[in-house]
């Protein structure tokens, strides 16, 4: 069974910066969709960035400027690089991949990330 693998996540002070990463167990072939999603307390799980096998970016209003998604094909990993944050962006974030093998969407763990001073 895949399971994604997240790092990154902690607490930071407003204004500062984190880094996470995602990459699946084992070896995968043919994912298609990256992308990284999160829920914060009392609220619905949102998107926050996706990107697609041509590289093609689809980032939400709310982070756009702010947070950059990015891959790596040979590693099999989505990145997701979090500069400037802010306390609304406290959440539980999870990575997702749809993988054309299995043809259906896997999700990662979840990772939490906390910006407070």
């Known amino acids: 069974q895949v399971q994604l693998v997240e790092s990154g996540g902690g607490l930071v002070q407003p204004g500062g910066s984190l880094r996470l990463s995602c990459a699946p167990s084992g070896s995968i072939f043919g994912i298609n969709a990256m992308g990284w999603y999160r829920q914060a307390p009392g609220k619905e799980r949102e998107l926050v960035a996706s990107?697609?096998?041509?590289?093609?970016?689809n980032v939400a209003d709310s982070v756009k400027g702010r947070f950059t998604i990015s891959r790596d094909n040979a590693k099999n990993s989505v990145y997701l690089q979090m500069n400037s944050l802010k306390p609304e962006d406290t959440a539980v974030y999870y990575c997702m991949m749809h993988i054309m093998s299995y043809g259906r969407n896997f999700w990662g763990q979840g990772t939490q990330v906390t910006v407070s001073s």
């Open positions: 990107i697609g096998s041509d590289s093609k970016t």
